[in-house]
């Protein structure tokens, strides 16, 4: 028994860890901004962004990731924040093409193991 409900406490670490939408919209040429929230305990992880590769794979050229402190970072057109207060980061992406469209990570890495979130971003036509 005692097996059992430490598998799923386990399980509802890795699974309801990170929470965020499930996708993002922005016209070409503008701007996305979205949070990811955290549970307490892991307010001085480093937090990442990045374009899903393949299946929780990064890009390594499309990755933005926290030092563990709340200073904000910024890569190309693309920004991350961490609020350990309100445990959440936020993640801005500035002067979108159509390139950018695609399967996104927000995450925290871990000793043992990373978690992430899935977002999509959707880039519609036209300009601002």
Request: proline share 3%; aromatic share 8%.
């Amino acid at each position: 028994m005692k097996l059992f409900f430490g598998l799923i406490w386990t399980l509802s670490q890795v699974c309801w860890a990170l929470e965020g939408p499930q996708s993002v919209s922005a016209c070409l040429g503008g701007s996305v901004s979205l949070q990811c929230k955290y549970r307490r305990g892991d307010e001085e992880s480093i937090k990442f962004w990045c374009k899903e590769e393949s299946p929780h794979f990064c890009s390594s050229s499309h990755l933005v990731r926290t030092t563990g402190s709340e200073a904000e970072v910024m890569m190309n057109k693309t920004s991350i924040k961490d609020s350990h207060a309100l445990h959440k980061f936020r993640v801005t992406m500035k002067n979108l093409t159509d390139a950018d469209a695609g399967p996104y990570l927000c995450g925290i890495e871990r000793r043992d193991f990373d978690i992430s979130h899935q977002v999509e971003v959707i880039i519609t036509p036209g300009t601002l």
